[in-house]
């Protein structure tokens, strides 16, 4: 199968079969209409369409209501290679299918890592919801202060008679002004700077004392701040144990950050159909753009980079799937499927000349939706030093 047809690849479930044909039913019917909807209205068409179609489970673990994985996964978990082909074909057809997709498994999935005796049935219930879409997660870690280094959180929970008060600020928050809950990461004892003393909180979003403050970024997806005054949470709030909340949150990290990879691939893949279909359709100088062997040469490169990362995708997803060590593969497929990602749909662009640069083109906003993954989940400079300290130490 060519890379420039479709990135994913069956691994023997009929279930994750089904559920690429429905996304690709789904991002077909849809992707242009969502283009012409707000922000946020987008985004609640997407969750309502990911819902109906039966793939938003896919980002839960089956023993708390997700999508049966067949032997994708255990069913207390969520299957990585699942999420790649699922992130791959919707990002293909519109970022939105995939950035709503997504965030029902990184909001929710603190929940999955922090279950216990005392939050059991609260945890349960909302993890029931994500996976039906009756309920948007989102995951709240970064602040103004703390991105790449967590260690330097100042959002701070203090013990209450009932249970937890939480202050702070949180920003670059995906859902924002959407979501019905926040995994929250904050400080429960030390000072910014340290790695101890972090936990994790699962909030309610109608909290008396929570507020949200939506922005823009390049491309539309609900986001913005949020901030906690004085907010009361009650004792099963809590996920996990007291000041282990950074092991909840980089678990949570790690198990979704290659299929950020996988998005990439869906976005390059995308920009690479249309620079074929446009090559071989506009003609220049009487002959086609394609009989141009300049940008033959481009394509040919466009091919091989994403087919590369296709690769390395792949084996960081099994790596992971299988519980195996996975650290070095995923720093690699997210950092050479993101950057290589961000290329070719540049190259998209220049290949379409003005029309690349027209608003409402499928390139130029391919070129806008790619370039955020270079930076989410972990930016291409911290995967280089992921990857230099596994190779020298």
Not at 2 to 22: P, V
Not at 168 to 177: P, R
Not at 178 to 201: C, H, N, Q, W
Not at 210 to 236: C, N, Q
Request: include cysteine; hydrophobic fraction near 50%; glycine fraction near 10%.
């Amino acid at each position: 199968m060519s890379a420039a047809k479709d990135g994913a690849r069956a691994f023997g479930s009929r279930e994750l079969d089904a559920a690429l044909a429905r996304a690709r039913e789904l991002g077909a019917r849809c992707e242009r209409e969502l283009d012409g909807l707000g922000e946020a209205e987008a985004a609640r068409r997407a969750l309502r369409e990911l819902s109906a179609h039966g793939l938003l489970g896919w980002a839960v673990p089956q023993m708390f209501g997700g999508a049966a994985t067949g032997e994708l996964a255990d069913p207390a978990t969520v299957s990585v290679r699942a999420l790649c082909a699922l992130r791959d074909v919707l990002a293909s057809h519109h970022g939105m299918l995939d950035v709503m997709l997504v965030m029902q498994g990184l909001g929710s999935y603190p929940l999955v890592l922090g279950w216990n005796d005392a939050n059991r049935a609260a945890c349960a219930q909302r993890l029931a919801a994500a996976a039906r879409g009756a309920q948007v997660a989102a995951f709240a870690l970064t602040e103004p202060g703390a991105g790449s280094s967590l260690a330097e959180t100042a959002t701070r929970a203090t013990r209450t008679a009932s249970g937890w008060r939480l202050d702070g600020h949180k920003t670059f928050i995906s859902n924002a002004g959407i979501a019905d809950f926040y995994t929250v990461l904050a400080r429960t004892s030390g000072e910014p700077g340290k790695a101890e003393g972090l936990s994790m909180f699962a909030v309610d979003a109608r909290a008396r004392g929570a507020s949200v403050e939506p922005f823009e970024v390049i491309a539309p997806h609900p986001i913005g701040e949020v901030r906690f005054d004085a907010v009361e949470l009650p004792a099963d709030a809590l996920l996990g144990t007291v000041d282990q909340g950074l092991a909840l949150a980089l678990g949570t990290l790690a198990r979704f950050r290659t299929t950020v990879a996988a998005a990439a691939n869906g976005f390059a893949r995308r920009a690479l159909a249309e620079t074929r279909a446009h090559l071989a359709s506009r003609r220049q100088f009487g002959k086609p753009l394609a009989a141009n062997q300049a940008l033959r040469f481009d394509v040919a490169e466009m091919d091989v980079r994403l087919r590369a990362a296709e690769l390395l995708v792949a084996e960081a997803a099994a790596l992971v799937d299988a519980g195996a060590e996975s650290g070095l593969a995923v720093a690699r497929a997210k950092l050479f499927a993101t950057e290589g990602a961000g290329w070719i749909c540049d190259r998209a662009v220049q290949l379409h000349g003005g029309l690349g640069v027209k608003r409402g083109s499928v390139v130029e906003r391919l070129f806008r939706e790619v370039r955020a993954l270079r930076i989410y989940e972990g930016t291409s400079e911290i995967q280089k030093l992921i990857i230099a300290k596994e190779l020298l130490g």
